[in-house]
């Protein structure tokens, strides 16, 4: 039988009082998988957890949490045998939700039982892997802000983000892509893997997590009237055809700010630069949906 390692983040979703381990247990089908479980203890845990499970031989590693857990246990499968599962428990879950994954336990551990495996593309910022999208910017601001807020979900993240939309100023960039350098300002610019950055907000629609492209959207203002077009775009599927944005494709690009500019990771944080070296690799990771 496949072995199956569940990963579990206990700090993960707005329910923390349920029994996650004794849910699995429930819902696993033991006649076509053996499992274990196994709980992260501290930030980075899972990406140890995760290479330590590909080395013991299990077919399949699941991350049970957010997209940060997924982007912890997706670092430590790359260059292994093992495919990296999902079971969402974030406030986004992006992955996921781009895979088409359920998003409730019980059938998102039954899908795991029985997946279906393809490679996925990996994309790179300043030499740290991202699978769903990464970016500099406002949006990299509210994910600093809402990593402070003390609560999680949908409501807080719009809450801080109209709370930050007032004071946030755009920086001057130089994109290079495609044999050509972009003189501009940057108040959004995310690379897209996948389509969106979580709870059906898409980013970048059109995205293929296989086509060995990144799709940059680049906003370079946020006037009040942009941002609701931007907004409805988000929600709507349909940010490109919207005007509110310039939409490029590349697997390679450099970025040059005038000041340092915070940057996240799938949704994390992970601090600021002035340059950032961005990049592609096609179908780096195997995945179970």
């Known amino acids: ?53 590909a080395a013991e031989g299990f077919r399949t590693v699941v991350a049970v949490g957010g997209d940060g857990t997924v982007n912890e246990v997706g670092r430590g499968l790359l260059g292994t045998a093992a495919a990296l599962g999902i079971v969402p428990r974030g406030s986004g879950n992006g992955l996921a939700r781009h895979l088409r994954i359920p998003l409730a336990l019980p059938a998102a551990v039954r899908r795991m039982c029985r997946p279906e495996f393809q490679r996925i593309d990996v994309g790179h910022i300043n030499g740290r892997a991202f699978f769903c999208t990464a970016g500099l910017g406002f949006d ?115 970025v040059q700010a005038a000041a340092p500019l915070g940057f996240h990771i799938d949704g994390d944080y992970a601090g600021d630069a002035q340059e950032f070296e961005v990049a592609l690799t096609p179908l780096a990771l195997e995945v179970a949906k």
Do not use: W
């Open 1 to 53: 039988m496949p072995r199956i390692c569940f990963l579990i983040n206990p700090k993960s979703g707005t329910d923390r009082r349920q029994d996650v381990p004794a849910l699995i247990a429930q819902h696993i089908d033991k006649s076509v998988a053996d499992y274990e479980i196994r709980l992260t203890e501290y930030a980075g845990h899972a990406e140890t957890l995760a290479r330590q499970a």
């Open 140 to 254: 990299a601001h509210v994910s600093k802000m809402f990593a402070q807020a003390g609560t999680r979900g949908l409501s807080t993240y719009v809450k801080v983000a109209l709370r930050e939309y007032r004071h946030y100023q755009p920086t001057a960039v130089a994109v290079t892509l495609n044999g050509q350098t972009l003189h501009t300002d940057c108040y959004v610019l995310a690379f897209a893997n996948a389509a969106q950055y979580g709870n059906n907000a898409y980013i970048a629609p059109l995205a293929d997590i296989r086509d060995g492209l990144l799709d940059l959207c680049l906003i370079d203002s946020l006037p009040i009237v942009r941002a609701v077009r931007v907004s409805l775009g988000l929600a709507l599927g349909n940010l490109p055809a919207s005007g509110a944005a310039v939409f490029h494709t590349s697997r390679h690009i450099r």
